[in-house]
């Protein structure tokens, strides 16, 4: 490990931050060109959903991988390799011209995110080796994604009024170039000085268990939660990352050492964040539609809407960061998840009329909570592990933040779609044909574009009556979703204030004997 010093502490963390907000901005970004992908390469609702996942699906895989490769070979040479892979990536997305090559792109953006993601936070980690800045340090790291979730948006939607689709990509591509020279002038190097070669099992059954996972996640929506295929993927996860634990347990040098997750600081901080990401990700799947179907923003209007739980994010997790010291993870965690709670809660009372500075109120408050939730659990991951085992460290808050999200919008998105549909039965909207309410089931805008059939074919008492039908069921099955999320957060709360202790551990020794470094973390 290196010894940063002190006046060059500020820059590393910039330079880091900015390497984040790329990320952030790339992943958010996407998600408004998807309507002009369906003009432009005539993408389909699969291909669009793909032109999302793919990146998600090779990040979640590769993360833990990425992690273990940066602790044993040097975490700056993996951030390197990692923004040039999605730098080149990113710029090549912006020439594709058919839907199956940007899917490639994509995933080749998301192998670049998982070199990038882990090795940040390991690099900061092992810069900022007192406890009080460390968890400063990581309240601005985690900050700055409440930055790139702005910047995305807003960015994306100005260029796409302007521009064609892959100026979305293109703007990227110098951020990821400015960040390849400031890591390889201003960030210093570290890595395992215990390293004794790759464990080859535990990187492909990682790689394969996590994949096969989040792949499952991304499809049983589609294919059926109780399906045959969706089931098999299941069971074939689980035999994969049991092969995994197995792996882990007896090898002589391991990728991840499994023994972390007896330390409940550990194990109940993975699961908090996991939840956290689940919640987050589920609503903002739905209230991205809310605004866009319900209150009729334009992608651009909606994108800036999102500002006020963005800015919360940042203060949340700044305050977030400076009160675990001073308080304790388990008071700021619980907290934090007691105020994500009730925003929920509230946020089942909207309907169509709700005015939005009611709803930039209850995002605001989601922010702080957020942000008071996901800084301290990741300092107390981290604060476990030791400098030498970072990136791997690193890679498991990541991995947790990543299936959160996947599952969050995969269960959230289902519940509510039976909620939807459940509202919509045969002959429940007076005057519209079958075949048309079948096709609203589909989603709330499809139902919208049928409504807006049945007006251009004359036929206006009908479209008025299914345009509020699906409304009504789109908010029924939103009021009903929110309170769904609102009994995740108090179950999470009531396990931050049972398992995440209330002051922080020794800091883990790093010793000339690796497996004495392990056992000081797993007790810690």
């Known amino acids: 490990m290196t010894t940063t010093p002190t006046r060059a502490k500020g820059p590393v963390l ?55 490769l940066g602790d044993r070979f040097g975490r700056r040479g993996i951030l390197l390799g990692g923004l040039v892979v999605f730098t080149v990536a990113t710029g090549a997305g912006a020439l594709c011209d ?42 601005v790291w985690g900050a700055v994604s409440g930055i790139g979730v702005v910047l995305g948006p807003i960015v994306g939607g100005l260029l796409l009024d302007h521009f064609w689709w892959g100026s979305v990509f293109v703007v ?7 960040c390849l020279v400031l890591v390889a002038l201003l960030v210093p190097d570290s890595r395992d ?8 099992p535990g990187l492909v059954l990682s790689t394969a268990g996590l994949g096969v996972l989040v792949y499952t996640i991304i499809e049983a929506p589609e294919q059926g939660w109780l399906s045959a295929r969706t ?9 994969l990352l049991a092969g995994l634990v197995w792996r882990e347990l007896t090898a002589r040098a391991p990728m991840l050492d499994v023994r972390l997750f007896g330390n409940l600081r550990f194990s109940a901080a993975c699961g908090i964040i996991t939840i956290t990401f689940f919640t987050l990700n589920g609503f903002t799947f739905l209230v991205t539609q809310y605004f866009q179907f319900l209150k009729s923003y334009t992608p651009l209007g909606a994108g800036v809407r999102l500002i006020p739980v963005a800015v919360a994010i940042i203060i949340g997790s700044v305050l977030g960061g400076k009160l675990t010291v001073k308080l304790g993870t388990r008071a700021v965690v619980t907290a934090g998840l007691i105020l994500m709670g009730i925003a929920y809660a509230w946020f089942a009372f909207d309907d169509a009329a709700t005015g939005y500075p009611i709803i930039a109120a209850q995002m605001v408050v989601i922010g702080l909570g957020i942000g008071a939730v996901a800084i301290p659990a990741t300092e107390a991951i981290m604060g476990v592990v030791p400098a030498a085992k970072a990136g791997v460290g690193s890679a498991m808050n990541d991995a947790t933040r990543l299936l959160g999200g996947a599952l969050g919008i995969a269960v959230v998105g289902s519940v509510h779609h039976s909620l939807y549909t459940g509202e919509l039965s045969d002959g429940s909207v007076k005057g519209v044909p079958a075949t048309v309410l079948d096709a609203a089931r589909d989603s709330l805008g499809a139902a919208l574009q049928q409504a807006a059939g049945l007006l251009g074919r004359g036929q206006t008492d009908a479209a008025e009556a299914l345009r509020t039908a699906v409304r009504d069921a789109f908010v ?22 049972a398992l995440l202790p209330s002051s922080p551990p020794p800091p883990p020794v790093t010793s000339d004997d690796p497996e004495s470094d392990l056992t000081d973390a797993t007790q810690a």
């Open 193 to 200: 000085p215990h390293g004794r070669g790759l464990d080859l």
């Open 172 to 178: 990227v591509v110098p951020v990821g170039v400015v």
């Open 476 to 497: 029924h099955g939103f009021q009903i979703t929110c309170l769904v999320v609102t009994a995740v957060c108090a179950v999470a709360a009531v396990i931050a204030a």
């Open 14 to 68: 910039a330079v880091l931050c900015l390497c984040v907000i790329a990320i952030y901005m790339d992943a958010m970004i996407v998600n408004l060109a998807l309507p002009s992908l369906v003009r432009e390469l005539g993408s389909s609702t699969s291909g669009l959903q793909w032109i999302v996942d793919a990146y998600a699906l090779t990040f979640a895989a590769l993360v833990l991988v990425a992690g273990s």
């Open 98 to 139: 058919s839907t199956e090559q940007l899917i490639a792109a994509r995933t080749v953006m998301g192998v670049g995110a998982a070199m990038i993601y882990p090795s940040t936070l390991s690099i900061l980690t092992n810069v900022f080796t007192e406890r009080k800045e460390r968890a400063a340090a990581i309240g």
């Open 231 to 239: 089931l098999l993927g299941f069971a074939g996860a689980v035999l």
